[in-house]
Antibody, heavy 120, light 107 residues
Framework: EVQLLESGGGLVQPGGSLRLSCAAS????????MSWVRQAPGKGLEWVSTITDDGGNANYADSVKGRFTISRDNSKNTLYLQVSSLIAEDTAVYYCAKDTDMLTGSMDVWGQGTTVTVSS | EIVMTQSPATLSVSPGERVTLSCRASQGVNSNFAWYQQNPGQAPRLLIYGASTRATGIPARFRGSGSGTEFTLTISSLQSEDFAVYYC?????????FGQGTKVEIK
């Protein structure tokens, strides 16, 4: 079964940091680009970042550029998102997702999400 | 940044009815376009990619069409499990962007 399982969310003070993880199973992790998408409470979906299959290239939303870093360890089938300098607007459920294929930027497998709450 | 605008914001329909959702891109995205469904408390589910290709396991009652700047998702006969929020997304340009969502609710 193809599966993504996020972890690492929690309550953090403004200015704080967290590392989110996403464990992948059931597919060849090293062959697919991976993404993070977030959803603030009661709001829509916001793309955050995407990393290529080999980890050599990444793109970020302007809202997180310079504060968040996406990475992956293909030997551990795990995707990461280092979130730093957190602000209240970063409060959201963070989903990891797998790109459909090398040529397609839709996302066909999603995790259940991990919640990040930024509050003092 | 390409802005995706969905209409309407909410649709009130009865089970068995045909539903049409729209999404407009602020500039052309070719067919680099997807639709997602999200039920409350759940992760999004990919329905359509490449503007018109159904994802694995998606029933044939879901049909995507369009290219360039205008896209449509049609659900031919609404089932109880289809009452949800639907999002469009473009992946032609960075950053990838989503529409604000259309909620399909029971009339």
């Amino acid at each position: 079964e193809v599966q993504l399982l996020e972890s690492g969310g929690g309550l953090v003070q403004p200015g704080g940091s967290l590392r989110l993880s996403c464990a992948a199973s059931g597919f060849t992790f090293s062959s697919d680009a991976m993404s993070w998408v977030r959803q603030a409470p009661g709001k829509g979906l916001e793309w955050v970042s995407t990393i290529t299959d080999d980890g050599g290239n990444a793109n970020y939303a302007d809202s997180v550029k310079g504060r968040f870093t996406i990475s992956r360890d293909n030997s551990k089938n795990t995707l990461y998102l280092q979130v730093s300098s957190l602000i209240a607007e970063d409060t959201a459920v963070y989903y990891c997702a797998k790109d459909t294929d090398m040529l397609t930027g839709s996302m066909d497998v999603w995790g259940q999400g991990t919640t990040v709450t930024v509050s003092s | 940044e390409i802005v995706m605008t969905q209409s309407p914001a909410t649709l009130s329909v009865s089970p068995g009815e045909r539903v049409t959702l729209s999404c407009r891109a602020s500039q052309g995205v070719n067919s680099n376009f997807a639709w997602y469904q999200q039920n409350p408390g759940q992760a999004p589910r990919l329905l359509i990619y490449g503007a018109s290709t159904r994802a694995t396991g998606i029933p044939a009652r879901f049909r995507g069409s369009g290219s360039g700047t205008e896209f449509t998702l049609t659900i031919s006969s609404l089932q109880s499990e289809d009452f949800a929020v639907y999002y469009c997304q473009q992946y032609n340009n960075w950053p990838r962007t989503f529409g604000q969502g259309t909620k399909v609710e029971i009339k």
